[in-house]
């Protein structure tokens, strides 16, 4: 029998000049716009332990993570480094840029921006404060104007579906390269508008993107830790323009997903390295299911990005429309137990449908931890446990490895 629906949600196709979609969510899955929140934690949080990228905070896992890809993974990153390079680059000075044109009173600045953006490619763009809260410590000062303009590009959907696998990481980071252009020239376009615009990079990140996604009406957050987007759910490459430009704020938007996800559990069932926490917690303010790192890093690393979590979800492959209407006709979660949602092969390991789980043992989870100081200095003091205090030379050598990490300045280029 038919679910109660308690709300339909109504969103612009999934390119410019596609019809509009709607959305049913039934009422048992309804709980609130965006993802509940509470506000007093979540600035405590933020102005006590402030956040920085992980490009820092885990550089050592980030530096040997190279030393277990594949040759052709190398090749391909070390492509994306430098093709990204000139992208960052111009992102990181985009904000000192003057104007170009004079502000037209009589335009609608937000519309007129929007429109540009899904014209230039982008499936989805949305509006919303930008929250200092979530700047990460070393792009604190960099951050020059107070508005966010939420972007998402799609990642082709078929090589998607290969996941994990070399044409999935092609698209994967072959969107982050496009991207990467497209906000250069919507941000000289916001400039012709006589307007000031700052590129927060994808692949040199200001701060985890996602919430302002979310008080953006965009989607809302997964339990596998992605912004579920209507059309193509986690399957979006995600970035932001901050500007000065008079924009209209859209609204965050309740899409049953924050429920639904209770549901599901399929990307938590289907996650190799069982990294996925099934139940919510409260983490700095805000109820979400949580992923532990240090479960997902060394599967990332070694299996082509690994992405389960995101090729077995069904908003990813249906599209959140399809789902939605499935669940308020059965009550169920479409293609759950299927082979052709949750069914994956690893290399070596061979294919895992439903049910099944390649097998890892314990040693292949050890990885290095924390910053790329921190993990010199476990070593050190694992050597002078085994060894004891070194002799002069060996002293130095630690202190000249120390100096060499400080003085690289722990550089943020990299982001995944
Ligand atoms: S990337 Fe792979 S290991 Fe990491 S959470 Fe997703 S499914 Fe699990
Ligand atoms: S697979 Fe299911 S539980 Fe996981 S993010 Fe997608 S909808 Fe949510």
């Known amino acids: 029998m038919a679910k109660p629906v308690s709300h339909v949600v109504t969103r612009p196709g999934r390119r410019q000049g596609d019809a509009d979609v709607t959305i049913p969510v039934a009422e048992e899955l309804a709980t ?10 979540l600035s405590f949080y933020s102005r006590v332990y402030p956040q920085e990228t992980q490009n820092i905070e885990k550089a050592a896992d980030r ?16 492509y994306h480094d430098e093709v990204s390079e000139p992208l960052i680059d111009a992102a990181a000075v985009s904000g000192d840029l003057e104007p170009t044109g004079t502000p037209d009173p009589e335009l609608n600045v937000t519309e007129a921006i ?3 953006a899904r014209e230039l490619g982008f499936n989805e763009a ?5 929250d200092k809260r979530f700047t990460y410590t070393r792009k604190k000062r960099w951050i020059k104007y107070p508005h966010a303009i939420c972007l998402a590009l799609e990642q082709d959907y078929v090589q998607t579906q290969s996941i994990p696998s070399m044409d999935a990481e092609y698209a994967h980071f072959g969107t982050y390269e496009m991207e990467g252009a497209f906000l250069l020239d919507l941000a000289d376009y916001i400039r012709s508008l006589g307007y000031h615009a700052q590129v927060h990079s994808p692949n040199d990140n200001s701060a985890p993107y996602i919430p302002m996604f979310v008080s953006a009406g965009l989607g809302q957050l997964g339990a596998n830790g992605q912004l579920l987007s209507p059309h193509f759910g986690s399957r979006a490459r995600l970035a932001m323009i901050t500007t000065d430009a008079p924009v209209t704020y859209d609204e965050p938007v309740d899409y049953g997903i924050h429920e639904f996800c209770q ?10 390295g069982r990294a996925i926490v099934r139940d919510k917690v409260w983490w700095r303010g805000v109820e979400k299911n949580k992923l532990i790192y ?9 299996y082509e990005g690994c992405a389960v979590c995101m090729k077995t979800c069904p908003i990813q492959r249906f599209g959140m429309p399809a789902v939605m209407e499935h669940y308020v006709e059965t009550g169920e979660v479409l293609g759950k137990g299927t082979h052709l949602l949750e069914g994956y092969t690893f290399k070596e390991k061979g294919y895992h449908g439903p049910g099944e789980l390649p097998q890892f043992d314990r040693q292949f989870f050890e990885i290095p931890h924390g910053r790329k100081e921190d993990w010199l200095f ?3 003091k694992e050597r002078l446990m085994k060894e004891g205090v070194p002799e002069e030379g060996g002293l130095q050598e630690f202190a000249q490895q120390v100096k060499v990490i400080l003085d690289q300045g722990n550089s943020t280029i990299g982001d995944e």
């Open 32 to 41: 609130v716009p965006g993802i509940p929140l509470k506000e007093e934690d």
């Open 63 to 78: 530096e040997w993570v190279w030393t277990v890809y594949s040759d052709e993974m190398a090749d391909y990153r070390r």
């Open 114 to 116: 929007r429109s540009k």
């Open 126 to 130: 949305g509006f919303t404060k930008h």
């Open 263 to 272: 549901k599901c559990q399929v990307c938590a069932n289907r996650c190799p």
């Open 294 to 302: 240090e479960r997902c890093r060394p599967v990332m690393a070694r």
């Open 378 to 380: 476990e070593q050190f």
